[in-house]
């Protein structure tokens, strides 16, 4: 069973950066479409970027397109997060899965069904 560790949260002031990234017990990602998630107490889960197998196709929740930006090697899923706001305090979570996640414009959440634990990402002054 494909095992994700994600990394790289921290308390970052409004307006800074940070890489999120994803590693896998599997030795590659290759076979895996990706997705990161944010989950705010309270609020339900949030799709926020997917990316597909070979990472020529990606897709973005409208609150983080133009700020965040998924990536992908063989190794781990990136999440980029640029110009962040005290709304994207959450913890964040990445998922894989062997389906197509990418669809037109949009992803299909539902076609990831393996988790890491989450990293927390608190931007606040």
């Known amino acids: 069973q494909l095992q994700l560790v994600e990394s790289g949260g921290g308390l970052v002031q409004p307006g800074g950066s940070l890489r999120l990234s994803c590693a896998a017990s599997?030795?590659?990602?290759?076979?895996?479409?990706a997705g990161w998630f944010r989950q705010v107490p309270g609020k339900e889960r949030e799709g926020l970027a997917c990316?597909?197998?070979?990472?020529?196709s990606a897709n973005y929740a409208d609150s983080v397109k133009g700020r965040f930006t998924i990536s992908r090697d063989k190794d781990a899923i990136y999440l980029q997060m640029n110009t962040l706001k005290p709304e994207d305090t959450g913890i964040y979570y990445c998922?894989?899965?062997?389906?197509?996640?990418?669809?037109?414009?949009?992803?299909?959440?539902?076609?990831?069904?393996?988790w890491g634990q989450g990293t927390q990402v608190t931007v606040s002054s």
């Open positions: 599997e030795p590659t990602l290759d076979f895996y479409a």
């Open positions: 998922a894989a899965g062997t389906g197509i996640v990418t669809k037109s414009y949009r992803c299909d959440w539902a076609s990831l069904n393996y």
């Open positions: 990316i597909s197998k070979a990472g020529g």
